[in-house]
């Protein structure tokens, strides 16, 4: 016998136990929910964070930074994938549409290519955006970067 497998005797603990009904049933007349207090009333539902009046947590803890309202998300798109997508689709123009076909961006994102990896296809990429390092890249193999 260890700790880690006892168990209470056959028979000992209710499994069936009914709340609230009378005093033979071993939940007297608060039905286990205590006395007073929020929780022991009927339509009671905690909200989230709710701290029993207590200030809560998130309003506790000090906020700091700032958050523009009117910044742009860009999806980022490398130079490898899109030599990828060329070699493995045969695709010489790549645009937003191409991009969201392939997974490479969801419908509503905007789209900015950035300059990691080598680039040996020409092809013409249309995107909302464009590093100076990809932008270069896609020219120098004879491509063209059109900004949307």
């Known amino acids: 016998m260890q700790l880690s497998n006892l168990k209470p005797a056959e028979g000992s603990v209710k499994t069936n136990f009914r709340r609230g009904r009378g005093q033979g049933s071993g939940g007297g007349g608060t039905a286990t929910r205590g006395h007073k207090g929020a929780k ?3 339509g009671y539902s905690s909200k989230r964070g709710f701290e029993g009046g207590q200030m809560p947590l998130q309003r506790r803890v000090p906020k700091f ?3 523009n309202i009117n910044r742009v ?3 980022s798109v490398n130079l490898d994938a899109l030599q990828k997508l060329a070699e493995v689709k045969n695709i010489t123009e790549i645009t937003p549409d191409i991009l ?3 997974g490479l961006a969801a419908k509503t994102s905007l789209v ?7 680039l040996s296809a020409k092809i013409s990429v249309k995107a909302h955006a464009f590093s100076a390092v990809a932008k270069s890249a896609i020219e120098a193999k ?4 059109t900004t949307l």
Do not use: D, M
């Open 65 to 67: 930074g700032f958050k």
């Open 40 to 42: 022991s009333r009927s």
């Open 142 to 145: 004879g491509g063209s970067a």
């Open 100 to 102: 969201i076909q392939n």
């Open 112 to 118: 900015k290519v950035l300059g990691r990896g080598e």
């Open 73 to 75: 998300e860009y999806v």
